[in-house]
């Protein structure tokens, strides 16, 4: 069975909604996690890493004020896509490494299809 | 593994052949290495992993070959069913660093 569940699977609004996704891992603590972008028919890109307890790590060219990342809890990470517009439209992913290192694999959830009307 | 703006490259083959997926990584300081399979509207699952310790790796109907020289990494599935039918990905990691995910290949299993 999944052992990180992602919520919700699929949100449609209207631009300039903001839209807050949970990351969960639920029979493990993750001390880090993953936040990956997907457009259709390309590979997943990293955005951030979420720490527990820490500020996110968010990579070149990831707008930190538009992608607000909270890790407050060792199983539950948020990302909020904040003032949404139809670029930000996207397959969004979390990961969490299995044993809590960041050189194993990792589980991943199922997504979120994002879409910005 | 940066690969921005790149379309999947695709494959497809017979069912009960065998089929090969390739990649490059970019890192020669890349120690650890996973291939992902996604099917359409899901994350990605394990498939099989190395470390750069190794050059051969065997699973269930999978095997994955590193060549550290060339940076090269790639997937062999023995007997391709249509149920193989995905993206499949490799990723690759820098000690103490997050995952970078390859380009991924679409693979089709003609029936």
């Known amino acids: 069975g999944a052992v990180v569940s992602q919520h919700p699977s699929r949100v449609i609004c209207k631009s300039g909604t903001s839209v807050k996704i949970e990351c969960r891992s639920l029979?493990?603590?993750?001390?880090?996690m993953f936040w990956y972008r997907q457009f259709p028919k390309q590979s997943l890109m990293l955005m951030a890493t979420?720490?527990?307890?820490?500020?996110?790590?968010?990579e070149q060219g990831v707008e930190k004020d538009k992608f607000l990342i909270n890790h407050a809890s060792l199983t539950l990470s948020t990302l909020t896509v904040t003032s949404a517009h139809p670029e930000d439209s996207s397959f969004y992913i979390c990961?969490?490494?299995?044993?809590?290192?960041?050189?194993?694999?990792?589980?991943f959830g199922d997504g979120t299809r994002l879409s910005i009307l | 593994g940066e690969n921005v703006g790149l379309h999947l490259p695709t494959l497809s083959v017979q069912e009960g052949d065998n089929s090969i997926i390739n990649c490059a990584y970019s890192?020669?300081?890349?120690?650890?290495f996973i291939w992902y399979k996604q099917e359409s509207g899901k994350g990605p699952q394990f498939i099989i992993d190395?470390?750069?310790?190794?050059d051969k790796r065997q699973g269930q109907r999978v095997t994955v070959l590193l060549n550290k020289t060339v940076k090269h990494l790639s997937l062999q599935i023995a007997a391709t069913q249509p149920g193989d039918s995905a993206v499949y990905f490799c990723?690759?990691?820098?000690?103490?660093?997050?995952?970078?995910f390859g380009t991924g290949t679409s693979l089709t299993v003609i029936p």
């Open positions: 990961s969490a490494p299995r044993q809590g290192r960041s050189n194993q694999p990792q589980h």
């Open positions: 029979d493990f603590q993750a001390t880090t």
């Open positions: 979420s720490n527990e307890g820490s500020k996110a790590t968010y």
């Open positions: 890192n020669s300081a890349s120690d650890y």
């Open positions: 190395i470390r750069s310790n190794m």
């Open positions: 990723a690759e990691n820098i000690p103490g660093n997050q995952f970078y």
